[in-house]
T-cell receptor, first 118, second 115 residues
């Protein structure tokens, strides 16, 4: 099956610094990638959708200047949490979908990144 | 826009007993439906999915789910629960929106298994 690799699995950073999370599709071309955030004991909240080569579309309430998303290639998307603060601590999960709109029914998920801001 | 409701925040069943986790969705057309399981601190594992065809879907680990269009439901079942099934279960719906294809998750149901 399709494999999505997310790196790092855990990261601790100091308040005020930025941290980058990578999401790679290993055996398919991901024209669309999604970034989710999961608070403890909560569901996954979609943060943004990125299509390769274009700007990401952010969900309502998500700060685009805080969470920078780059989808520069068909196998890699990155999420950068800028000027991180303790309230940004969370579990971040990416998913990737093959094919352009309507051609693929399923997105494949990475294993998540636990971000702790101290 | 689509939405997913999992009415049970948590459920406790005895090991060996049967299990049913409820899921209702809201979407104007035929949705793509998924069930995922998540162990603490881990990512998501796909249990099963429904796109079309037979409304009873078989998944991994002995799970099955039935799509009922008239009830807008996609309940997950297992005839005999094992202690290792204790985890968080998420129902999800995938559908096209104006912004493209999205997968939206329900709030999740925490399964506890007692000996």
């Amino acid at each position: 099956g399709a494999v999505v690799s997310q790196h790092p699995s855990r990261v601790i950073c100091k308040s005020g610094t930025s941290v980058k999370i990578e999401c790679r599709s290993l055996d398919f071309q991901a024209t669309t990638m999604f970034w989710y955030r999961q608070f403890p004991k909560k569901s996954l909240m979609l943060m943004a959708t990125s299509n390769e080569g274009s700007k990401a579309t952010y969900e309502q309430g998500v700060e685009k200047d805080k969470f920078l998303i780059n989808h520069a290639s068909l196998t890699l998307s990155t999420l950068t949490v800028t000027s991180a603060h303790p309230e940004d601590s969370s579990f971040y999960i990416c998913s990737a979908r093959e094919g352009y709109f309507g051609t693929s029914r399923e997105a494949f998920f990475g294993q998540g990144t636990r971000l702790t801001v101290v | 826009a689509q939405s997913v409701t999992q009415p049970d925040i948590h459920i406790t069943v005895s090991e060996g007993a049967s299990l049913e986790l409820r899921c209702n969705y809201s979407y104007g057309a035929t949705p793509y439906l998924f069930w995922y399981v998540q162990s603490p601190g881990q990512g998501l594992q796909l249990l099963l999915k429904y796109f079309s065809g037979d409304t009873l879907v078989q998944g991994i680990k002995g799970f099955e789910a039935e799509f009922k269009r008239s009830q807008s439901s996609f309940n997950l079942r297992k005839p005999s629960v094992h202690w290792s099934d204790a985890a968080e279960y998420f129902c999800a719906v995938g559908a096209l929106n104006t912004g493209g294809f999205k997968t939206i998750f329900g709030a999740g149901t925490r399964l506890f298994v007692k000996a």
